[in-house]
Structures are given as structure tokens and as C-alpha cells.
């Protein structure tokens, strides 16, 4: 069983190497905008109370996020397998209530990567998205505006994990399987077995 979460940038790639991590250990990649959509979706309590805070522009607060959570960890296969966890905890009262839950079911993360990512680098890929799927909204501004909200956001986040020793720092820029590797070695540094899958090619 392996417990990760992953945080990194707009744009260094998180939700990629979140996919082909989640594959190669065999754990499902749980991303809080998954999460929402799959309730909204399929029309649960808990979804309807997400439609109608989303409906009104508004951000959905930790409680009803921790509950959104927690309900997915309880799943079969995040209960049994471990898990990839992206987006989540964003703020300290949620990384307490992640620290409570994961308590109750006796483990902890075994590992938080973080992506590390040159801000102009960054701007340049999002720029370049932005312009071949034709999004002149995604201005420059606006994007390094998100970057620094970003860390701003997370930066205490992160600081918690590193005071911790679970916090294992990636270069998230390059080749998407040379980026991958660099993810799986320093996980193999800190303990967590280097999938089959990976071994081999």
C-alpha cells in the first residue's frame, strides 16, 4: 500500500505524472475537481451542496471538502491500495483533518512530491497552450498571477511536510518519462519500492 500526494504549479505537469504515477503503483489518483464533479454528477447530498456553492461562484469550504474527502477515502480501493492524492489538503486545517483521518485507519502519507518548476519556464509552457487552443483570455498576468497565488497557497502546506521529512522535492521540468523517473528514484531513496512496471522498461 502506498500513500503519496502530489502538489506542484499550474502547469509543471502534476496532473500527468498524478496519471502515470497512479498506474505504475497501482493506486487511484483522487483529485478534489474529480471529486466534486463525480458527486455534482451522479447527484449525491453531498454534490448538490457543491453545485449550488460552485453555481455561485464561490469557493467550497474545507468542511464540506474534508467530507468529500473522507468519503472517497473509505473507498475499497484507497482503503486497501493506498492512494494518489492531488489538490488536496490546500490549506492547514485540512492537512489536520487528512492527519486525523489517516490516524484512525492507523498510516500516514508515506511521501508528498512537490514539483518544483522555474516560474518563467512555466509561464512560457502555459502561454503556448494557451495560444494553440486558442485562450487569449490566459494573458500573462493572469497566468503568473495563479502562480503566485499558488505559492502563497501552499507554501505553508509544504512547509509542514518538509518539517516532517515526508516532503521529497522533483524537478518537474523536461521530458514527461524523464521527469517520471526522476519521481520514482527519490521515492525509491525514501523507502517506496520502485513499481515492477518501472523496473523493467
Known sequence: MTRLLIVGPPGAGKGTQAARLAELYSIPAIATGDIFRHNIRTGTELGQQVKAIVDAGDYVPDALTNKLVADRLSDGDARDDGFLLDGYPRTLD??????????????????????????????ARLRMRAHDQGRSDDSEEAIRHRQEVFARE????????????????????????????????????????????????
Open 94 to 123: 485540512q492537512v489536520s483533518f487528512l492527519d486525523d483521518l489517516l490516524e484512525t485507519q492507523g498510516r500516514g502519507l508515506d511521501a508528498v512530491i512537490q514539483l518544483l518548476a522555474d516560474t518563467d519556464e512555466v509561464v
Open 154 to 201: 501552499t507554501a505553508p502546506i509544504v512547509a509542514v511536510y518538509k518539517s516532517r521529512g515526508q516532503l521529497i522535492e522533483v524537478d518537474g521540468l523536461g521530458e514527461i518519462s524523464e521527469v517520471g523517473e526522476r519521481i520514482i528514484t527519490a521515492l525509491a531513496a525514501h523507502g517506496i519500492a520502485r513499481p515492477e512496471a518501472a523496473s523493467a522498461s
